[in-house]
Nanobody, 125 residues
Framework: QVQLVESGGGLVQVGGSLRLSCAASRLPTSNYVMGWFRQAPGTECEFVAGINWNGSNRNYKDSVKGRFTISRDNAKNTVYLQMNSLKPEDTAVYYC??????????????????WGQGTQVTVSS
């Protein structure tokens, strides 16, 4: 079965940076949209960023534009989320997910087919 494993989370001070990675295994193809979501305690899971199959199109939550960058390496079946200028409101569990479509990047979590177990990001002030 498909497995997504996130890594790179941790504790960082305000203004710091983290790079999350998500390695996918047993995907039938790398030609899928991949996304990052996050969920803070007491809140709903929200879309953060998404990237189409070849990286030619990307989509971001408004509050992370200019600070976060999503990228992928299909040879390694890995998607990344570079997070800069982190703020306390970025604190959450971050999940990567796969949507079985090549081009359209959904923002609703119900449209994603596979999910990782999550990695905690904590930004201290």
């Amino acid at each position: 079965q498909v497995q997504l494993v996130e890594s790179g989370g941790g504790l960082v001070q305000v203004g710091g940076s983290l790079r999350l990675s998500c390695a996918a295994s047993r995907l039938p193809t790398s030609n899928y949209v991949m996304g990052w979501f996050r969920q803070a305690p007491g809140t709903e899971c929200e879309f953060v960023a998404g990237i189409n199959w070849n990286g030619s199109n990307r989509n971001y939550k408004d509050s992370v534009k200019g600070r976060f960058t999503i990228s992928r390496d299909n040879a390694k079946n890995t998607v990344y989320l570079q997070m800069n200028s982190l703020k306390p409101e970025d604190t959450a569990v971050y999940y990567c997910a796969v949507h079985r479509n090549m081009m359209r990047i959904p923002t609703m979590n119900s449209e994603y087919n596979y999910w990782g177990q999550g990695t905690q990001v904590t930004v201290s002030s």
